[in-house]
């Protein structure tokens, strides 16, 4: 036997079987607590597939100038990506077009030193002081500082060696996917920190790297001995 069961006011009306009808008030509350679930779960799924219209602010370049210790002008430039998490530096020597790279990927808190001219990549862990020089750089995404200026009686300037570690160059494919382009076709080595080679070391090359706080670090490598 088919049930008929209507509402004609708020009050609960029974129906011809004799069993009463739902309220209308709780079949109400039921609707939108459904269509509430529903556009809950749409809006998670939009957020989770980035289609909400939310976009990373392009890659931004900034021009820093300082003055080295000689008083001549020193022109770098940082490319800092804040979808990847990287600032990538580009140092060209002075009296020369070669043009060194530093790539510094926070997210797998990594540097990478590519000296100019050369076939090679350099390897080293962040520490603290990496970051700190760094936050100007990745301060608020909407702030468009694109120049950085300082002189030199203003700028704190250090030297750091980095004794590069020999033996088997490392796997480019167990890199992140930034590292990776960088030091395509490359030989890639693991570096460390040091207190500075013994005389008979001599020291490879270096890169000057100034930093918008002020701070300019020289980074001279040399080869452990096999």
């Not at 009050?11 to 679930?37: K, M, N, Y």
């Amino acid at each position: 036997m088919v049930r008929c069961c209507t509402a004609s006011s708020l009050e609960d009306s029974p129906c011809v079987d004799g069993s009463p009808a739902l309220p209308i008030q709780f079949r109400h509350r039921a609707l939108w607590g459904s269509l509430t679930a529903v556009l809950l779960l749409v809006i998670i799924v939009l957020s989770v597939t980035g289609r909400l219209g939310f976009r990373w602010p392009g890659p931004q370049v900034i021009r820093i100038t300082a003055l080295d210790s000689t008083g001549s002008l020193v022109n770098q430039s940082a490319t800092v990506e804040q979808r990847d998490s990287t600032v990538t530096y580009s140092v060209t020597s002075r009296g020369t077009n070669r043009t060194s790279t530093m790539l510094f990927d926070i997210r797998h808190g990594v540097i990478c030193y590519k000296p100019d001219s050369q076939r090679t990549c350099f390897l080293r862990k962040m520490d603290s002081s990496d970051y700190e020089n760094l936050q100007a750089l990745l301060g608020d995404p909407t702030q468009k500082v694109s120049q950085f200026w300082f002189l030199g009686n203003e700028t704190q300037r250090f030297t750091e060696f980095l004794e590069v570690l020999g033996g088997k160059p490392v796997d480019i494919s167990s890199l992140p996917g930034s590292l990776q382009s960088l030091c395509l076709q490359s030989s890639t080595y693991w570096a460390r920190k040091a207190a500075g080679p013994a005389k008979q070391r001599l020291i490879y090359f270096c890169i000057d790297i100034c930093f918008p706080n002020n701070v300019c670090v020289s980074v001279c490598f040399y080869y452990l001995p096999e």
